[in-house]
């Protein structure tokens, strides 16, 4: 069946299936029939991509699956026979894009941007991991493609789906703690090598890994077990360090609440990055974002490597590992957990008796079944890539600051750091040849 046939079909199939639940289940479990049973593709099937690969099966077909590592292809194989195999997600998208309807990119931070524009170029809807992007460019072209295409579309930052978020986000957006003007953000992470140099020894490729494949649109350089298959995050060839992992997360629910986009300065304090490899083993991140319609200017603070922010922040709490507090002019709100599922409002007497606003924000069948009803026509995913490449670039500007070593000033509408001309190398980067955007 011709994309654009099969495609009109599942959603017309489908349409009494739009709503979020039916008869207290999800909507997609009404679909029999294999032809309206969405196809998806999925790119990376391990580690992460094990479960997301494993939800899109539990919403669809899984007709393809593509890794770089041959051992990773072969047990995800042993779920779904029938899945075609790859090592090449370009082999895979050019042979299949008439059977493909949807694909998920769980891969490492620097193949996200090129796999998903890739599909999303095909026509084929779109969910990928966090962070959206390797770079602040790249988050840019990822909505600016997903609108061009009119394809679905969410990124993998399931705390989105949460109705503690949601819910706290309805009392920042209604006032609940007054004005907010100052944010706190804080992880555990790294929990992998930072702050060293580019090995010196050069060991074999092992024969399960693709490694020409692994590089993707990196530069070029010799195989390492320190790069791959899990510590590629604190390399900047490849991942975005603590602050890519975990602020699509830990951040969501203030940049959400109160609309975070588009700082005006951002400066970095860390341990130093070494020999332009590696991110620092522990940074402290100032962003300042100014006024936002009637949303007062307001700092935001990260934190990672064991850096904390002040205690007397949060009364009468024992900070967690990784968290928020966003400190209004009439309380506090305190989330110990990286996804925002969890909050206090402090002081808790004065809070005792607080009524919580009436529900504004639809809440979550599932984070993925929001990406497959939006698949089929329903309502977009929440974290769709119009909000989530925005939450992308914002995040992803503290790793220029802390690359440029001084505070920038950021031009947002142009993606361009306006104070230190040199610092807009790091905005984006050339690929290597034979990978393209």
Known sequence: MPRSTRREFIKQSTALGAAFWVAGQPAWADSKSPIERLNFAC????????SDSNDAGNHGNIVAICDIDDRRLAKKAARYPDARKFNDYREMLTE???EIDAVTVSTPDHSHAPASVMAMKMGKHCFCQKPLTWSVHEARVMRETAEQYGVATQMGN???SQNGLREAVEIIRTGGIGEVADVHIWTNRPVWPQGTGR????PPVPKHIHWDLFLGPAPERPYHPAYQPFNWRGWLDFGTGALGDMACHTANLAVMALDLFDPETIVAESSGIVENETYPKSSKIVFEFPE???????????YDGGNLPPAELAPGQELSDSGLILVGSEGTLYSPNDYGAKYFLLPEDKFADYEKPEPTLPRSPGHFTEFANACKGGDPAMSNFNYASRLTETI?????????GE????????QHVKNIESANEFVGREYRDGWTL
């Open 96 to 98: 299949m894009e008439k």
């Open 43 to 50: 790119i990376g099937v391990d580690g992460k991509g094990s």
């Open 199 to 202: 090995p010196s020894d050069t």
């Open 407 to 414: 505070k920038i000033e950021w031009d947002a509408e142009n």
């Open 396 to 404: 992803l500007l503290g790793n220029i600051a802390m690359r440029a």
């Open 158 to 160: 399931q705390g989105t």
């Open 292 to 302: 936002r319609g009637e949303l007062p200017p307001t700092t935001l603070t990260w």
